[in-house]
């Protein structure tokens, strides 16, 4: 299948465009970027930095993928981003390239990320990511699968965010959230845990009871993490699927929980 690019369209020298690919009115890309097969990047786009993208990726109006790095401590060089497949990204998004050379800013696959949001730069995001409009992520931050953003949720930087994780709209978020629980609240706390979301990535009810159990020893029953640990293991929900999730998030986490 033919590359189609606008008369219109500014595709600078040593961009790499692969079969399928569409450019339309206005867009720019920019001379270290590789688009895979089948993507389409709409009237008035930026592709720009050493941004390489996978296959069938939509990127809307007036986004701009692959900016500099707003990070002081950037010192020159290439640094870049890297993006799986299937990903969409609306109107006005940002995303960032990395600070250092030899660094990547990352996202997976299968992502939707809408209108006026931010990725900053050196964020590693997982799968089927769900971030709705006007949220930002500051630098650092990472990002497991199946998480979903509410409405202008906001993330500190050097953040983890644990997989099924839901972070509410307007919510915000200074420590590590773990997996399979919504957050909300300024700063965010633990509320309960993402029902739907474990639904819906092919969790059972059975699941969804032993994540309910975990959510409580964490959060409700006045443990520190050391003893809610212990019971966890006591009860042998550390070898379930989902408390094994959660107990390697715990060992990773530097920030602190919300």
């Known amino acids: 299948m033919a590359v189609a690019i606008h008369p219109s369209a500014i595709v600078e020298k040593g961009a790499e465009l692969d079969d399928g690919v569409t450019i339309g009115p206005y867009a720019y890309i920019g001379p270290q970027v590789s688009l895979g097969k ?5 009237h008035h786009a930026t592709v720009d930095g050493a941004t390489t993208l996978g296959e069938d990726n939509e990127i809307h109006p007036y986004a701009y993928v692959g900016a500099k790095t707003h990070d002081l401590k950037y010192k020159g060089g290439c640094p870049g981003l890297r993006i799986g497949s299937r990903n969409t990204f609306r109107e006005y998004v940002t995303i960032h390239c990395a600070t ?12 939707a990320i809408l ?19 006007h949220a930002a992520l500051a630098g650092h931050v990472e990002v497991g699968d199946h998480v979903n ?9 050097f953040s983890k965010i644990g997989s099924y994780a839901m972070i509410a709209a307007m919510a915000r978020v200074t420590q590590d959230v773990p ?17 739907v979301g474990l639904e819906r990535a092919g969790f ?10 975990i959510h409580k020893l964490y959060f409700k029953q006045g443990l ?3 003893q809610a640990s212990a019971q966890l293991q006591a009860e042998g929900l550390d070898a379930h699927p989902l408390g094994t999730l959660l107990i390697d998030f715990l060992r990773k986490s530097t920030r602190g929980i919300c």
């Open 224 to 226: 520190n993490r050391s």
């Open 179 to 195: 997996p399979f629980m919504i957050v909300e609240g300024s700063p965010a706390g633990s509320r309960t845990i993402n029902k």
């Open 149 to 157: 953003f509410g409405w202008g949720a906001g993330i500190h930087q």
């Open 38 to 42: 089948g993507c389409c990047v709409a």
């Open 204 to 213: 059972s009810s059975d699941d969804c009871m032993v994540a309910r159990r």
């Open 115 to 133: 209108a006026y949001s931010h990725i900053a730069h050196d964020c590693v995001i997982g799968n089927h990511f769900v971030m709705s409009s």
């Open 100 to 111: 250092n050379e030899g660094s990547q800013t990352v996202l997976g696959h299968d992502n």
